[in-house]
């Protein structure tokens, strides 16, 4: 008995020597049993049809993700490959940069600061789940705010001693002088 194109099995393989719609043989009573269908060469409603179709056929495979449900999506592997692969050599998390993070919020610029901590925190928890190629663009990430806080804040203070080198310069000029 053939149901079509089954393949190696799955999830839709008929089991051998009948389907799951067929109904056991048996005889005698009237009609064989509860369910049962009559021995018609047209089919009923539990048997399968004898050509191509049915619900347990499994879809053709031809590359690609459509080539049913027991395969897996092509893995490009290594670094980066998403969750689930295995860590890098080595397999420490990349640096977090949480302490320059920190210190640069507090001493430099402070809403640049929050970026760079927010981003140095994701680093430890994308490693945990297996995201490394997103815990190592996190660990960039946050090197790369820090740096821009910490040169935000020298430029801030840079700025602050100016002016108040300015505004000292411009308060002893207008201050007269005494001589005796």
């Known amino acids: 008995m053939s149901y079509g194109n089954q393949g190696d099995g799955g999830y839709g393989s008929q089991p051998p020597g009948g389907g799951y719609g067929q109904q056991p043989p048996s005889g005698g ?3 064989g049993g509860y369910g049962q269908q009559p021995p018609s060469g047209g089919g009923g409603y539990g ?3 004898p050509s191509g179709g049915g619900y347990g056929q499994q879809p053709p495979s031809g590359g690609g993700y459509g080539g049913g449900y027991g395969q897996q999506p092509p893995s490009g592997g290594g670094y980066g490959g998403g969750y689930g692969q ?3 050599a080595g397999g420490n998390p990349p ?3 949480l302490v320059a993070a920190i210190l640069t919020t507090i001493f430099c610029c402070m809403p640049l600061g929050i970026v760079s901590i927010v981003k140095s925190t994701q680093v430890n ?3 945990q789940v297996g995201d490394y190629q ?3 663009l996190a660990s960039e990430e946050a090197k790369t705010w820090w740096k ?4 935000a804040g020298i430029i801030w203070w840079v ?3 100016l002016f108040y080198v300015v505004v000292f310069v411009l308060l002893a000029a207008s201050v007269p002088s005494s001589s005796y």
């Open 29 to 31: 009573g009237y009609g």
């Open 47 to 49: 048997q399968q049809p």
């Open 86 to 88: 295995q860590p890098p």
């Open 95 to 97: 640096d977090n940069h």
């Open 125 to 127: 928890s994308k490693w």
């Open 134 to 136: 997103g815990a190592a």
């Open 148 to 151: 821009r806080t910490l040169i």
């Open 159 to 161: 700025l602050v001693i």
